[in-house]
């Protein structure tokens, strides 16, 4: 790992990630395997003017004891003082960088009801702060950076050190960080291409897509009146600061109309979800909700996280990502769906983001719902369906027929 290259990749989530401004509070989530990164993601932070740079610290160690051990009642509520912080800074403008770095199988062997239940506490007494974010009232930026236990998965063939430096040799690639390079201009010049698409997605004013491959995915999927496409970067809408959401991002995204989803969804990647494997995902829905659940592995896993509320039945998110695009030219399959879902066309079951209705993000949630999006759940779960023979055929609002996708890739 190349100490420069690591500075340039902590400035670029500072300066474009969350895009700090003088005078702003920053929250760093991060596990303890990557100290070294959350320091320098600290030092940048304050560099560009950072009020306060608050840490999390997290470890998989300590986190599958938790699970395992702790006393059942833990898990139905988050503690009251969590709340308060996140929901203070949330309103003093904090930007959040979460580190995405964790053993894939984690978790495996802790009993599934113990996650869902904590996962339905947190989507409970953490609302405000999760709306906050979705809406886009706060800047954030997920990233990646290796540790042993997610290295040794990806690359099994390995030693533990070699792993880990294929595994920052490849984030690099697909972070756009280069040695001598200039990390910030190349992820505008990318962020301009993919809004670019995004816009001309829009101007189709879809209303239904129609997804099929040999895998078996047959799918009708319909599109709200006034969805928006969203690609590459966000506005902050109180203050109006540009940042991105998520390094890497290849996709261009929307929300499908609730209750207009049909036909059969069949996953194309293993996903990685409350720190177990779950593989060979087939869904079946019928006017929006999800009415048939299989996975050939990890289904206990995925049904408790479908089963959550009753938002989490239906699609919030529609994502297109070309085949031929950097990730999945890599061959690499990451267990990390930050990576994986930029490699691959993929879907998420649970609640939408708002600003993909027009004006999206100033509209309540039963002002979102009328406008026909998935606007309450608990949960945002995003699995991979893109394939080299995936073909998505579009029908606009005016009854033209429109190839969007052909051979896996965009052909508009």
């Known amino acids: 790992m190349n100490s420069s290259m690591l500075w340039q990749y902590a ?85 959040v960088i979460s580190v995405a770095a964790s053993d894939p199988e984690n978790l495996k062997g802790v009993d599934p009801d113990r996650l869902r239940r904590a996962n339905a506490a947190a989507g409970r007494d953490l609302k405000e702060f999760s709306r ?50 200039d990390a910030v201009l190349e992820w505008r010049a990318h962020c301009e291409r993919i809004e670019g698409l995004a816009r001309r997605m829009t101007e189709y004013d879809f209303e239904e897509l129609h997804y099929k491959n040999s895998l078996g995915t047959d799918l009708t999927v319909k599109m709200p009146e006034n969805h928006m496409w969203l690609a590459g970067g966000d506005i902050c809408n109180t203050n109006g600061v540009k940042f991105v959401a998520n390094m890497p991002t290849e996709e261009v995204f929307s929300a499908p109309l609730r209750n207009g989803v049909d036909g059969t969804l069949v996953a194309a990647k293993p996903l990685v979800l409350n720190g177990s494997v779950v593989d060979g995902i087939r869904f079946t829905f019928r006017e929006g909700r999800i009415v048939d659940i299989h996975a050939d592995r990890g289904e206990e896993i995925l049904r408790a996280e479908v089963n959550l509320d009753e938002g989490s039945h239906y699609l919030g998110e529609i994502a297109l990502v070309p085949y031929d695009s950097p990730i999945s030219n890599s061959g690499i ?6 990576f994986d879902e930029n490699a691959a066309c993929h879907f998420a079951f649970g609640e939408a983001y708002p600003a ?23 949960t945002h779960v995003d699995f991979m369906v893109g394939t080299a023979d995936l073909e998505i055929t579009g029908v606009t609002r005016d009854g033209r027929k429109v190839k969007v996708f052909e051979k896996g890739n965009f052909v508009i």
Not at 145 to 174: N, Q
Request: glycine share 8%; with cysteine.
């Open 132 to 181: 906050m974010q979705m809406s886009n009232a706060i800047p954030w930026c997920v990233v990646s950076v290796p540790i042993a236990s997610w290295a040794m998965k990806v690359f099994p063939g390995l030693e533990k050190d070699e792993a880990v430096e294929r595994l920052w040799e490849e984030i690099f690639k697909a972070v756009r960080i280069k040695e001598g390079g």
């Open 356 to 378: 993909c209705i027009k004006g999206g993000d100033d509209l309540s949630p039963e002002e979102l719902k009328a406008a026909g999006i998935n606007a309450e759940s608990n």
């Open 333 to 338: 399959l990451f267990y990390n769906t930050l």
């Open 11 to 95: 400035r670029l989530v500072v300066e474009v990630g969350i895009n700090v401004q003088k005078g702003q509070p920053v929250m760093i989530n991060c596990p303890v395997d990557c100290a070294e990164f959350g320091r320098m993601l600290t030092a940048a932070a304050f560099e560009a003017g950072a009020k306060d740079v608050h840490v999390n610290w997290r470890d998989d160690q300590c986190a599958r004891q938790h699970w395992l051990y702790a006393d059942d009642s833990v898990f139905d509520a988050v503690y009251p003082w969590e709340v308060l912080k996140r929901t203070e800074l949330a309103h003093e403008g904090v930007g």
